[in-house]
């Protein structure tokens, strides 16, 4: 057989130009290509929308800032949320923020883009340390040894040491291993003691000590994807491809994902797996002590997304004596990109979880509100001055209006609301130490609006 000659000269298109219409931005650049998984310098991560020479004095700003977080002390006292007025806040980023973390006078944001954002004094910095949704963000140490934490959909966890504005890698997953293992939680036990919930089920155990990763449980029903950002519609649903190898839909990576750590007893901790929420002792991992299901079933094989009865966050109160599940049996849109989840709260004792037969306590806001509407991530937020006070968002079911709701689970009453200029978002905080609520993706994508306690002059 004899060699084929032709060579690049004899193609009609060998040094032609062609034009296309089709380009690629700095952000869809930035979520294609992987950050190194190697510590990296703070200022090779500032954003691209962010001017440089304004991200560096923000950053040396903040090596200053983050060496007091963590100094208040938590005040104990009853709070109305009524009285609070808005005093502050802006858009800090043009993607959802989808986790947050506040200590002191600093706010620092996760986005569904990969970045970490800062809110300080009304100015603000992005940086962008992943490629994939950052779906944890948390203040670990404190003084001049406190860093900022973050984990991603990409797989790893990475450690922002703003004393050295460097970033350095906490964990990365194995490519070697069966499945990809994309990060969809991570909760710290202690400070060097954190735990990881990967998309394929696995939970794991990460030891910073000795920089150690143990597999710990293996929970296949609770399989999720990173690669897919809401829930779906019934038409989109039956047009859907990304599914399993049994066929079974995958439940995005944001929904239900959530780890929570008893706050007295570090050994009982919490998750949500398939239409379950499972609680285990960490010393005895082969088997839950509480296994809590939804009171609605659904069959995958013709209901649009089986997963809408899933549980989206379970925790406990701040004492540990209340542990509430959050199921989700709705969702809604309060933009085209940001997609709300809505259900009904579980509350129980912490004494009852060991029941055989455990009966929940429904909570009724006794308002006219539509559907209560979740927290990314962890569904409802616990009062950080009240053991038994939650708070959550809804909309009026007049005018539409968002609000944010103090509940006390004892007798279900409603402790006080404070109005949204607009429709609920997904996701807020509560300042640790002082009287303080951070909304975000309120007015638009990617906006933080602060509220406070209002302060009537004497």
């Given at each position: 057989?004899?060699?084929?000659?032709?060579?690049?000269?004899?193609?009609?298109?060998?040094?032609?130009?062609?034009?296309?219409?089709?380009?690629?931005?700095?952000e869809?650049?930035?979520?294609?290509?992987?950050?190194?998984?190697?510590?990296?310098?703070?200022?090779?991560?500032?954003?691209?929308?962010?001017?440089?020479?304004?991200?560096?004095?923000?950053?040396?700003?903040?090596?200053?800032?983050?060496?007091?977080?963590?100094?208040?002390?938590?005040?104990?006292?009853?709070?109305?949320?009524?009285?609070?007025?808005?005093?502050g806040?802006?858009k800090?980023?043009?993607?959802?923020i989808?986790?947050?973390a506040?200590?002191?006078?600093?706010?620092?944001?996760?986005?569904m883009?990969?970045g970490?954002?800062?809110?300080?004094?009304?100015?603000?910095?992005?940086?962008?340390?992943?490629?994939?949704?950052?779906?944890?963000?948390?203040?670990?140490?404190?003084?001049?040894?406190?860093?900022?934490?973050?984990?991603?959909?990409?797989?790893?966890?990475?450690?922002?040491?703003?004393?050295?504005?460097?970033?350095?890698?906490?964990?990365?997953?194995?490519?070697?291993?069966?499945?990809?293992?994309?990060?969809?939680?991570?909760?710290?036990?202690?400070?060097?003691?954190?735990?990881?919930?990967?998309e394929?089920?696995?939970?794991?155990?990460?030891?910073?000590?000795?920089?150690?990763?143990?597999?710990?449980?293996?929970?296949?029903?609770?399989?999720?994807?990173?690669?897919?950002?809401?829930?779906?519609?019934?038409?989109?649903?039956?047009?859907n491809?990304?599914?399993?190898?049994?066929?079974?839909?995958?439940?995005?990576?944001?929904?239900?994902?959530?780890?929570?750590?008893?706050?007295?007893?570090?050994?009982?901790?919490?998750?949500?797996d398939?239409?379950?929420?499972?609680?285990?002792?960490?010393?005895?991992?082969?088997?839950p002590?509480?296994?809590?299901?939804?009171?609605?079933?659904?069959?995958?094989?013709?209901?649009?997304?089986s997963?809408?009865?899933?549980?989206?966050?379970?925790?406990?109160?701040?004492?540990?004596?209340?542990?509430?599940?959050?199921?989700?049996?709705?969702?809604?849109?309060?933009?085209?990109?940001?997609?709300?989840?809505?259900?009904?709260?579980?509350?129980?004792?912490n004494?009852?979880l060991?029941?055989?037969?455990?009966?929940?306590?429904?909570?009724?806001?006794?308002?006219?509100?539509?559907?209560?509407?979740?927290?990314?991530?962890?569904?409802?937020?616990?009062?950080?001055?009240?053991?038994d006070?939650f708070?959550?968002?809804?909309?009026?079911?007049?005018?539409?209006?968002?609000?944010?709701?103090?509940?006390?689970?004892n007798?279900?009453?409603?402790?006080?609301?404070?109005?949204?200029?607009?429709?609920a978002?997904?996701?807020?905080?509560?300042?640790?130490?002082?009287?303080?609520?951070?909304?975000?993706n309120?007015?638009?994508t990617?906006?933080?609006?602060i509220?406070?306690?209002?302060?009537?002059?004497?």
């Amino acid at each position: 057989m004899e060699k084929s000659l032709i060579t690049q000269e004899d193609s009609s298109w060998y040094g032609q130009h062609f034009k296309s219409d089709y380009q690629l931005s700095p952000e869809d650049l930035s979520a294609i290509i992987p950050v190194p998984k190697l510590t990296i310098g703070a200022t090779e991560l500032i954003a691209s929308e962010v001017e440089y020479y304004k991200g560096e004095r923000f950053l040396h700003r903040l090596g200053s800032e983050i060496e007091i977080c963590g100094s208040g002390e938590k005040i104990q006292k009853d709070i109305n949320i009524g009285n609070w007025i808005q005093e502050g806040g802006g858009k800090v980023s043009n993607d959802e923020i989808i986790s947050m973390a506040i200590s002191e006078e600093l706010i620092a944001f996760g986005d569904m883009g990969g970045g970490l954002g800062f809110w300080l004094g009304e100015k603000h910095l992005l940086l962008r340390p992943h490629n994939m949704p950052v779906c944890s963000t948390f203040f670990t140490g404190s003084g001049a040894g406190t860093s900022v934490v973050t984990a991603s959909h990409d797989g790893t966890v990475r450690v922002f040491d703003a004393s050295k504005q460097e970033f350095s890698l906490a964990y990365s997953w194995n490519k070697r291993y069966k499945y990809k293992q994309g990060v969809v939680w991570l909760e710290p036990v202690d400070q060097n003691l954190w735990l990881v919930n990967c998309e394929e089920g696995d939970l794991l155990n990460l030891d910073r000590r000795d920089r150690k990763v143990n597999k710990i449980l293996s929970l296949p029903n609770s399989r999720r994807s990173c690669q897919s950002h809401n829930l779906m519609s019934e038409k989109e649903y039956s047009r859907n491809t990304l599914r399993c190898e049994d066929e079974v839909y995958v439940t995005p990576a944001l929904f239900g994902s959530n780890i929570a750590i008893h706050p007295k007893d570090s050994n009982l901790l919490s998750l949500c797996d398939d239409e379950t929420v499972l609680v285990y002792d960490r010393r005895n991992l082969q088997k839950p002590i509480s296994t809590i299901s939804t009171s609605s079933k659904f069959d995958s094989s013709t209901t649009t997304n089986s997963t809408l009865s899933h549980h989206c966050g379970s925790s406990w109160s701040q004492s540990g004596k209340h542990f509430v599940t959050c199921e989700r049996n709705s969702f809604s849109y309060k933009r085209k990109s940001s997609q709300n989840l809505q259900g009904s709260f579980n509350l129980y004792l912490n004494a009852q979880l060991t029941d055989t037969d455990l009966v929940a306590k429904k909570i009724n806001s006794k308002l006219n509100v539509q559907s209560q509407i979740f927290t990314s991530g962890q569904g409802v937020v616990w009062s950080p001055w009240q053991d038994d006070v939650f708070y959550y968002m809804s909309n009026h079911a007049v005018n539409r209006n968002g609000m944010v709701m103090a509940v006390d689970v004892n007798s279900g009453d409603v402790l006080g609301k404070l109005d949204l200029p607009t429709q609920a978002s997904n996701m807020m905080g509560f300042h640790p130490t002082r009287p303080q609520l951070v909304v975000a993706n309120l007015n638009e994508t990617g906006d933080v609006i602060i509220y406070k306690e209002h302060q009537i002059a004497e």
